[in-house]
């Protein structure tokens, strides 16, 4: 059954793909049971269906296919999205009792039933159910998961009863879980690599929360240092997947890899079966475990991550006079870490639907999806300062901010410090660019590199899409003019640049570009793009030698290194990307930062290509973003933030 393939994977990835694959299957019309396969995969990512759908489905099937087992699942699924646990545990229970009476009962699909259904029990307060319901999925093979779910109860178990047993309980058990997980998985195939950072996202939420109830408690130094490890551990976890996942494309370990994967498939399939293949068996697991040892040496270092203490970023603010604001998601909170040459703070702030609708409303009026007159923009973007920034930002005219989640699409200049009575142009604003020059980090620990010496007379070399000669081609992308004027205006103001424009701006000259150790920036006039859908969708266009689109992927960049210090994306949507939850996303931001870079200026949305034009002239003239963007708003015809708050400074 299609379904199985999902819950074999045991990774949300591989649901969808089953999904996908049950699509095409009843496309063609080839059985009862791909339509089953379908619809309980299109359920269980689809929180809006109504619960009648599903019987309008399994009415008609029932009686042919008799899966009675993922009908109750499916129903206890929604319910619990629902809340409703009064009827999520009976249907839950329904489905491992029918699942029972199958001549194999599916371990995956047992072990996912019970852990959903501890989950109702947690929710209802009923930790004893919890408890025992969870045990009967211990797989001691992979008891991190075990150590991992048993401290999530016992976190919840806390904040009803505030019994410091309770949180002493769950801490143990997620530093004993933190621990053995990089004991007990091999990362090394790319389903390896997924399971890993799927359960290492779930450690660090723990992590966080359960140090974050420690702070509030004393607001001890180690509480702060122990949230700030696992914080720093989530937002490094989306590049160090990424990069793992590179090296499983490695051509010397290519042979490999594909003798493990069989080898896999086929211990797998005998477990599943309860099957004993004798000392054929075991000279597989032998052999199996061989290679993840070769394979896996290549890739530990990578898990390390090397994280400066708090009195050393605390030094580093004082030092730069500067403020750094790292904000987490966690669930319906949202947790504020602070480091300023006053100090450290800790702050929770609840992720309210009126803070949800304004983020929303705002993001898609930047995007261009809405319209929005002045003064309801001002309510909006007032709504999100007053609800989470008010209290956390102090006086420092510098931030270093670091967010997570949605908020990685929010420019927070654009949001205002206060409200103006009827204002009549977006200028009138008082934006939090007027006071502060805010730069990003996709993790704060990555402002220490600030302390490294700068080349800043070293060359420019300018890609621009577009050239006199190419403005008249046909392509499916548009030309863009503006580029050709701000790369004449770059040559003016450096006149050792190198410039690369229309059928130049290919990626054999960017790549060597890249090597060159005399070029310090880099500036990128070219198309880009940030679908939301895959990584392979976050991307850069060229053009060939003949003129027309060459991409370049984000991905490409994984394992090269270059001698420039500072890359300028003047480029649509590339500091946006694909979101993953709990990680950060995807971007070309986080693409270069990987290759050693130190400082990117990229756009969060897709940028107007007179406005872009105007905004990167004034940034090589006045040699800082934030002035060039306070001048640029002051021109009537740009001064809306969706013209100027698409331009951010990456660290």
């Known amino acids: 059954?299609?379904?199985?393939?999902?819950?074999?994977?045991?990774?949300?990835?591989?649901?969808?793909?089953?999904?996908?694959?049950?699509?095409?299957?009843?496309?063609?019309?080839?059985?009862?049971?791909?339509?089953l396969s379908q619809y309980f995969n299109y359920i269980m990512w689809n929180d809006e269906l109504k619960l009648d759908s599903i019987d309008i489905y399994y009415?008609?099937?029932?009686?042919?296919y008799g899966d009675f087992a993922n009908y109750n699942r499916a129903r206890g699924f929604l319910h619990y999205n629902r809340q409703e646990y009064d009827l999520c545990i009976p249907a839950y229970i329904n489905a491992i009792e029918v699942e029972m009476t199958l001549e194999n009962p599916s371990k995956p699909v047992l072990y996912s039933l019970y852990y959903q259904l501890s989950e109702a029990y947690e929710q209802i307060g009923d930790f004893v159910n919890a408890f025992e319901i969870y045990n009967k999925a211990d797989d001691e093979r992979f008891s991190y998961i075990s150590d991992l779910r048993r401290g999530e109860i016992y976190l919840t178990k806390f904040l009803k009863s505030r019994d410091e047993k309770d949180w002493t309980s769950s801490y143990n058990l997620l530093l004993r879980s933190d621990s053995l997980q990089y004991e007990q998985m091999k990362v090394v195939l790319e389903d390896d690599i997924l399971y890993f950072f799927n359960y290492r996202n779930q450690i660090n939420q723990l992590g966080m929360s359960l140090a974050h109830e420690w702070y509030v408690r004393d607001s001890s130094y180690e509480s702060l240092e122990m949230f700030y490890s696992f914080s720093e551990k989530n937002?490094?976890?989306?590049?160090?997947?990424?990069?793992?996942?590179?090296?499983?494309?490695?051509?010397?370990?290519?042979?490999?890899?594909?003798?493990?994967?069989?080898?896999?498939?086929?211990?797998k399939e005998a477990n599943a079966h309860g099957n004993d293949f004798g000392a054929g068996y075991n000279s597989q697991?032998?052999?199996?475990?061989?290679?993840?040892?070769?394979?896996?040496?290549?890739?530990?270092?990578?898990?390390?991550?090397d994280l400066p203490r708090l009195n050393e970023l605390?030094?580093?603010?004082?030092?730069?006079?500067?403020?750094?604001?790292?904000?987490?998601?966690?669930?319906?909170?949202?947790?504020?870490?602070?480091?300023?040459?006053?100090?450290?703070?800790?702050?929770?702030?609840?992720?309210?639907?009126?803070?949800?609708?304004?983020?929303?409303?705002?993001?898609?009026?930047?995007?261009?999806?809405?319209?929005?007159?002045?003064?309801?923009?001002?309510?909006?973007?007032?709504?999100?300062?007053?609800?989470?920034?008010?209290?956390?930002?102090?006086?420092?005219?510098?931030?270093?901010?670091?967010?997570?989640?949605?908020?990685?699409?929010?420019?927070?200049?654009?949001?205002?410090?206060?409200?103006?009575?009827?204002?009549?142009?977006?200028?009138?604003?008082?934006?939090?660019?007027?006071?502060?020059?805010?730069?990003?980090?996709?993790?704060?620990?990555?402002?220490?590199?600030?302390?490294?010496?700068?080349?800043?007379?070293?060359?420019?070399?300018?890609?621009?899409?577009?050239?006199?000669?190419?403005?008249g081609?046909?392509?499916?992308?548009?030309?863009?003019?503006?580029?050709?004027?701000?790369?004449?205006?770059?040559?003016?103001?450096?006149?050792?640049?190198?410039?690369?424009?229309?059928?130049?701006?290919?990626?054999?000259?960017?790549?060597?570009?890249?090597k060159d150790p005399e070029i310090s920036t880099i500036h990128m006039a070219v198309h880009g793009a940030a679908s939301g859908n895959t990584r392979e969708d976050v991307k850069l266009f060229f053009r060939t030698p003949r003129g027309e689109i060459d991409t370049l992927y984000g991905y490409e960049l994984m394992g090269l290194n270059t001698n420039a210090n500072r890359v300028v994306l003047a480029s649509c949507e590339s500091a946006k990307g694909v979101y993953e939850v709990g990680e950060g996303a995807y971007t070309l931001t986080r693409y270069f930062k990987a290759m050693g870079v130190d400082e990117v200026v990229s756009q969060l949305w897709a940028a107007e290509d007179a406005a872009a034009a105007y905004i990167f002239k004034s940034y090589y003239k006045l040699k800082q973003l934030r002035k060039s963007k306070l001048k640029s708003y002051t021109i009537n015809r740009f001064s809306d933030p969706r013209y100027w708050g698409n331009v951010i400074s990456c660290l």
């Open 1 to 35: 059954m299609l379904f199985r393939i999902g819950e074999n994977k045991e990774a949300e990835i591989q649901n969808k793909l089953a999904y996908q694959f049950a699509v095409q299957s009843n496309n063609q019309k080839l059985t009862q049971e791909a339509l």
């Open 59 to 64: 009415r008609n099937l029932i009686e042919q």
């Open 235 to 267: 937002k490094s976890a989306l590049m160090q997947q990424e990069e793992l996942l590179t090296r499983t494309s490695f051509i010397e370990d290519k042979q490999l890899r594909k003798e493990a994967i069989s080898l896999n498939k086929k211990i």
């Open 285 to 305: 697991i032998q052999r199996l475990e061989n290679i993840y040892y070769n394979l896996e040496n290549k890739s530990g270092e990578l898990l390390i991550i």
């Open 314 to 471: 605390q030094k580093w603010s004082k030092d730069y006079k500067s403020q750094i604001l790292s904000l987490n998601v966690i669930g319906n909170k949202i947790i504020l870490m602070m480091v300023s040459p006053n100090g450290y703070k800790l702050e929770e702030i609840q992720f309210n639907d009126d803070v949800r609708i304004a983020l929303d409303t705002i993001l898609r009026y930047h995007s261009g999806e809405s319209t929005l007159t002045i003064s309801d923009y001002q309510k909006y973007v007032y709504i999100i300062y007053d609800s989470i920034f008010r209290e956390v930002i102090d006086s420092f005219e510098k931030i270093v901010y670091s967010p997570d989640g949605i908020f990685n699409f929010l420019n927070i200049e654009t949001l205002v410090s206060d409200t103006i009575e009827s204002p009549r142009d977006f200028s009138e604003l008082k934006y939090l660019i007027h006071d502060h020059e805010i730069r990003y980090s996709s993790n704060i620990r990555g402002v220490m590199k600030l302390q490294s010496e700068k080349r800043e007379n070293g060359k420019i070399a300018v890609f621009a899409f577009t050239s006199s000669e190419t403005l």
């Open 473 to 514: 081609s046909d392509l499916q992308l548009n030309e863009l003019p503006g580029t050709i004027g701000s790369a004449k205006a770059i040559k003016k103001l450096h006149p050792d640049s190198e410039i690369y424009t229309g059928k130049r701006a290919t990626k054999a000259n960017f790549f060597k570009t890249l």
